[in-house]
């Protein structure tokens, strides 16, 4: 599959913030993100709202961002249907959607989803197949634009031989630099960087802790950490200083900014950061401002 039209800008965000949002408010939000010159929006598909549904109420609320699904869960739906909504919304708004797929992980999977986790590359690798396969009898887009959330590197060749790119999820910019070794120079590699602009280191870790509490539970990432060169004594507890600072940036806006910036020198086309606050059921409508002024100008 090499057939994406979309030209994405440096700096996008990733958020799983509009969740706790009522959708006029969403809808509000998505277009002061436009307003700020953000190239992508990217959200997250959980408990919440359905993603293409979602994705489309993102895109009938703009005009030029690109809106992405960060990820698109391949056991929420079908390839039959995963390949009808993307050529939906792709025909419908050209050039502006980008679906990324997952395998997600198996507590979700299994136990809320009531499906059987299977090995994610090959599970991977057919479901593509098949997505490809599926018939569909509409109007077709004049491009589609997928990527793969892929930490190891099994994921990510596939996602150069069968995708636009990659999207790793809770990673350094060493990992990008290993990605991108990995995927050649042409695919598009969009790491997520989360970041917490708060200068005191109690309460920046604080923050931070909060939010890769679920993420080490997840044998997905504490796996991919410990490829990174971490231990396992890092991922216990809460997640060592260590650790912590690695996958968090925080700090005043040019420390955060640097960490943007490391991803790009190493090999990021899109870097989407995710803002984080105190307030987890907040939107970051402050951070998103001071980090627009600072990136884009």
């Not at 990659?166 to 290993?178: F, G, L, Q």
Request: charged share 20%; glycine share 8%; hydrophobic share 40%.
């Amino acid at each position: 599959m090499k057939s994406s039209s979309i030209a994405l800008k440096p700096i996008g965000l990733w958020t799983g913030a509009f969740e706790q949002q009522p959708a006029a408010k969403v809808q509000e939000a998505v277009g002061e993100l436009e307003r700020l010159g953000f190239g992508a929006v990217w959200f997250s598909e959980g408990l919440g709202r359905e993603a293409f549904t979602q994705a489309s109420l993102l895109l009938s609320a703009t005009s030029r961002i690109v809106i992405a699904t960060g990820i698109a869960n391949i056991y929420a739906r079908d390839p039959f249907s995963m390949a009808a909504g993307q050529k939906t919304l792709s025909e419908s708004y050209p050039s502006r959607f980008l679906l990324g797929l997952g395998v997600s992980h198996i507590p979700l999977v299994e136990q809320l989803r009531g499906h059987r986790y299977e090995k994610p590359v090959a599970k991977m690798r057919a479901y593509l197949d098949s997505m490809d396969a599926a018939r569909y009898q509409s109007v077709t887009p004049a491009s589609t634009t997928r990527v793969l959330a892929a930490l190891g590197p099994k994921m990510l060749k596939l996602a150069a031989e069968r995708a636009d790119g990659a999207h790793p999820y809770n990673v350094t910019p060493e990992h990008t630099a290993k990605a991108r070794e990995l995927l050649g120079p042409k695919p598009l590699l969009c790491p997520e960087q989360a970041v917490v602009l708060e200068t005191n280191p109690t309460k920046a870790r604080e923050t931070a802790r909060s939010f890769l509490a679920l993420y080490l539970t997840l044998p997905n990432y504490t796996n991919n950490f410990l490829r990174e060169g971490f231990e396992e004594a890092d991922c216990k507890n809460g997640g060592s200083d260590r650790l912590i600072d690695a996958i968090v940036a925080w700090g005043d806006l040019d420390k955060v900014c640097k960490r943007i910036r490391d991803h790009q020198a190493a090999g990021a086309n899109h870097v989407c950061i995710q803002a984080l606050s105190a307030d987890p059921k907040a939107l970051p409508s402050r951070e998103w401002r001071e980090l627009a002024s600072a990136l884009i100008g």
